[in-house]
C-alpha cells in the first residue's frame, strides 16, 4: 500500500472549493478541456477556467497534450496529475476543507439522481478519540486495497462514495 504524505496548505487551499473535487474527479475519469468541463457542470467557462488554474497551480491538474477537436480545432485538454486519495486530512486552519467535499458530494448524487445509490449506511456510535482515529484507519485500509487496483476495472461503471464521522450535536 501507498503511504499518505501530509497535504499542503495551498493543496488544502485547492481541494476547498466543491467545484475543483467536481473537475479532479471528472478529469480522473477522462481528459477534459475547460469548455467541456464547463459545459459538463453547467457552468460559466470563465468561472472553470479560475478553478482550473488553482487546481493547475497546485499540481493537481496538468495539460495534456494538444489534440484536434470534432470540428478540427485545436483542445487543450486537462487531466489529474496526481491521486488526491494518498493525502492526509486537511489542515484545519484551511477554511472550507471539511465542506466542500459533503457539498461536491450532494452535487454528484443530485446530478445522478436516487437511483444511483447502490448502497448506505447510517450510524451513531459512542467513541473516544481513539476509537474514530481507529475506524478511520480501518476504513481507509479496505478502500485503499481497492484504490490501489482501480486500474484492473475501468471496464466496470465508476462508483463515488463518502465517509464522513462527525460528532454530533448535544
Excluded at 497551480?57 to 488526491?84: D, W
Excluded at 485500509?141 to 484492473?152: Q, S
Amino acid at each position: 500500500m501507498r503511504e499518505r504524505r501530509e497535504i499542503t496548505a495551498d493543496e488544502a487551499k485547492a481541494m476547498s472549493h466543491p467545484l475543483r473535487l467536481r473537475i479532479l474527479r471528472l478529469c480522473r475519469q477522462r481528459e477534459m478541456t475547460n469548455k467541456q468541463l464547463a459545459e459538463r457542470l453547467g457552468r460559466d467557462p470563465g468561472t472553470v477556467l479560475h478553478h482550473v488554474r488553482h487546481l493547475v497551480k497546485a499540481g493537481f491538474l496538468e495539460q495534456a497534450p494538444v489534440r484536434s477537436g470534432e470540428s478540427g480545432a485545436l483542445e487543450k485538454p486537462y487531466r489529474c496529475a496526481t491521486h488526491t486519495w494518498w493525502l492526509s486530512a486537511p489542515p484545519d486552519d484551511v477554511g472550507g476543507t471539511a465542506q466542500a467535499p459533503i457539498a461536491a458530494f450532494q452535487e454528484e448524487l443530485a446530478e445522478a439522481g436516487p437511483e444511483s445509490v447502490r448502497t448506505y449506511a447510517r450510524f451513531m456510535l459512542h467513541l473516544s478519540q481513539e476509537q474514530v482515529e481507529e475506524l478511520d484507519r480501518r476504513i481507509c485500509a479496505v478502500l485503499d486495497e481497492y484504490i490501489e487496483t482501480d486500474d484492473e476495472r475501468l471496464d466496470q461503471p465508476a462508483m463515488g462514495g463518502i465517509v464522513v464521522i462527525h460528532r454530533l450535536a448535544d
